[in-house]
């Protein structure tokens, strides 16, 4: 049975909440395969609304099992502050969610390692301490979640950081926000009582994963963030500190890439991106704060304002060729409602000379200009239509030529946050 991902194609908060929970009806499984908690999935069910930052939104289905892969990073308390939330609104979740033994660990050291080291600011980050602890990672000193079900072994582990923390902020010249052996006294009295409450979710979810496709059960893997957050293929280093694109879910859930055949790649009808780094299709500020407020377009984990801009064909078609895109939804079209006209961008503009593709150095990227396709837009508002024929001829059109652009099928429309506020693209109109 081929595994499904679902993977944004700009630099995150494309909708993927919604399309993962739409998506997730039929499944067996959904798996986060990377990132922590500087995701943010908003779900809307009927007049309740969710707002997902570890756990995928297939938790909000009866049927899924859900997992969070050795690709993640996981913050304990915050992991069961969400459990214990969804909990109380009567999701249940024991039994559903399992968490990688293999994950790491999020302290709250990383939290003040991400500001002693600049990188909330220099790269206006989330400040989860997600860095910081994929760091610990990469450098071979990071802590595992089967660690926390081992107290002796975690007090080692803890004394061993807070020595490394305390050589750094002394190379800093500046002081911890708080004594660092109190700190590790009161981690490990946190991480203990929160290591029982969690030991029932903590699981090799790499064999269960091998043992679901064996039977040949359906898997959904949620991506977090977008292409363009990429830390190989993003705009470096305005990036996060994983692997966001659709190759991901092999080595962050150790599914077999040839497992991964459909992969659905998930575009906003416009762009937005929040913390800093190069913006090519970028609108100037007023026409920004008109579009923000029509798209509330804040930050579903950190409230800042989204920067706004037209959609960037040629980050749509970079997205597609790097995630093997087979097929596209494109959300919030209804948005773009009464604005008389919209623009794409088509190609950058660099040194005199046009660029199909965008470049590898950011700093060029930084100079590139938009080139810009006027395209006419419509009135109607588009939240209660359900049929493609039933669209504004120039929304169909707005649709239709992105579909061309991107050289992939277009299946599916999002028209609202509902979970019914959605429109099949059918195959005939192409
Ligand atoms: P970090 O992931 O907190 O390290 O932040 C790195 C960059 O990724 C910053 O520009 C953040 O604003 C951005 N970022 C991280 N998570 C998300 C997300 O879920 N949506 C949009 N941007 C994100």
């Given at each position: 049975m081929p595994v499904t991902v679902v993977v944004g194609c700009q630099w995150g908060d494309e909708g993927k909440g919604k399309i993962v929970d739409h998506l997730a009806?039929?499944?067996?499984w959904v798996a986060r395969y990377q990132g922590g908690a500087n995701a943010g999935h908003t779900v809307v069910i009927g007049r309740r609304s969710f707002v997902l930052h570890l756990v995928p939104s297939g938790i909000l289905h009866p049927r899924p099992r859900c997992v969070i892969g050795h690709g993640a990073v996981v913050d304990p308390s915050y992991l069961m502050e969400e459990i214990d939330g969804l909990v109380s609104r009567g999701i249940p979740v024991e039994g559903r969610l399992f968490v990688s033994e293999g994950a790491h660990v999020l302290l709250p050291y990383h939290r003040w390692l991400e500001t002693l080291e600049g990188q909330d600011v220099r790269v206006g980050t989330t400040k989860r301490g997600v860095g910081p602890a994929y760091t610990d990672k990469i450098s071979r000193v990071g802590i595992r979640m089967l660690e926390l079900l081992q107290p002796v072994r975690l007090r080692r582990r803890l004394d061993e950081h807070v020595e490394r923390v305390r050589v750094l902020f002394a190379a800093a010249g500046q002081t911890p926000p708080q004594p660092l052996d109190a700190a590790r006294d009161e981690w490990q009295a946190t991480l203990s009582g929160l290591a029982h409450r969690l030991r029932p979710y903590i699981a090799d979810t790499v064999t269960m994963l091998h043992e679901a496709l064996a039977r040949g059960e359906k898997i959904l893997c949620e991506g977090a963030q977008g292409t363009f957050l990429?830390?190989?293929?993003?705009t470096y280093p305005f990036v996060t500190s994983s692997t966001t694109t659709a190759g991901g879910a092999s080595f962050g859930l150790g599914l077999?890439?040839?497992?991964?055949r459909r992969v659905v790649g998930i575009c906003k009808a416009y762009a937005t991106r929040v913390g800093e780094g190069p913006f090519t299709s970028e609108l100037p500020r007023e026409e920004a704060d008109a579009l923000r407020e029509r798209g509330s377009e804040?930050?579903?984990?950190?409230g800042r304002p989204r920067r706004v801009g037209w959609l960037d064909l040629v980050q749509l078609r970079r997205a597609v060729q790097l995630n093997g895109v087979t097929e596209l939804v494109l959300t919030?079209?209804?948005?773009?409602?009464?604005?008389p006209q919209l623009r794409l961008c088509t190609a950058y503009r660099s040194n005199g000379a046009a660029r199909p593709h965008p470049p590898v150095d950011t700093e060029e990227l930084a100079s590139c200009q938009p080139v810009w396709e006027d395209v006419a837009g419509w009135e109607a508002p588009l939240t209660g239509v359900r049929r493609y024929a039933d669209l504004p001829g120039e929304a169909r059109s707005y649709v239709e030529r992105i579909e061309q652009e991107a050289g992939t099928r277009l299946k599916l429309l999002s028209v609202g946050s509902a979970r019914s506020a959605v429109v099949p693209v059918p195959t005939r109109s192409r």
């Open positions: 009806k039929g499944v067996d990429d830390v190989d293929l993003g077999p890439p040839s497992s991964l804040f930050g579903a984990t950190t919030k079209l209804d948005v773009l409602s009464g604005i």
